[in-house]
């Protein structure tokens, strides 16, 4: 069977240095000049385009899929998306194996079905893009929400403080209004005391205890009221 994924994947041995398939060491020893698994994954990524349109809007942003398809995602050959991808390597006969195993096993499948690698790398990039597109456009859109709603606060300060600054003015205006009348009233009783003096001191030749109120203290020391003989 021919592995020509192996020119797509870049595998580690223990010691963490890069080693290749022995279908691409056999391809790079005929040629040297060719690209090596890392240069053709990034090409890979390259040929996506890097801002994807979303044609509908999104109504449920917890939706993965809703946001691949307002990207039109094209649909993966034969059904082998990334995401069918990610689905065989957690089921219970994969999950377990090594790394290197995984990739082959995985590998094995989709050259049977007549998938080219390519294609599912391409899947995976086009729906990281979508996804990182949405999230560009959801944060535009809190970020204009947030300047909206700024503009909108500062209105409604700005009313408040219009409306307690007339408060506080009708506040300032009861207050001078109740110290005027204060100051009318005691003004008012001083005249009406002297006003008592007078009447007490025209009574008071007359009577033995004076019955006009003048002061408290000039009531207690009157004496008992009654007419002069």
Do not use: C
């Not at 590998?107 to 899947?123: E, S």
């Not at 033995?208 to 009654?226: Q, W, Y």
């Amino acid at each position: 069977m021919t592995k020509k994924w192996y020119n797509y994947f870049v595998s580690v041995d223990e010691a963490g240095n890069p080693i290749q398939g022995a279908a691409s060491d056999a391809a790079n020893a005929g040629n040297a000049g060719q690209m090596n698994p890392a240069q053709t994954v990034a090409q890979i990524a390259s040929s996506v385009s890097a801002e994807p349109k979303f044609t509908s809007p999104v109504s449920n942003a917890s939706s993965f899929d809703e946001i691949y398809q307002a990207a039109e995602i094209p649909a993966a050959p034969q059904g082998y998306s990334i995401m069918k991808v990610a689905e065989m390597l957690q089921s219970e006969h994969i999950r377990s194996m090594t790394t290197d195993v995984k990739r082959s096993t995985i590998l094995v499948a989709l050259d049977a079905a007549g998938v080219d690698i390519k294609d599912v790398i391409q899947d995976a990039v086009r729906r990281d893009k979508a996804l990182d597109g949405y999230e560009r456009v959801q944060e535009r859109a809190i970020t204009d929400l947030e300047s909206r709603k700024n503009q909108e606060n500062a209105q409604i300060q700005a009313e408040l403080d219009k409306y307690v600054s007339a408060q506080r003015a009708k506040i300032q205006s009861n207050n001078d209004e109740v110290t005027k009348e204060k100051e009318r009233f005691f003004g008012w009783r001083l005249k009406k005391q002297q006003e008592e003096k007078k009447i007490s001191d025209a009574v008071a030749p007359f009577v033995t205890e004076n019955p006009i109120t003048t002061g408290a203290s000039s009531a207690a020391s009157a004496p008992k009221p009654g007419p002069k003989s």
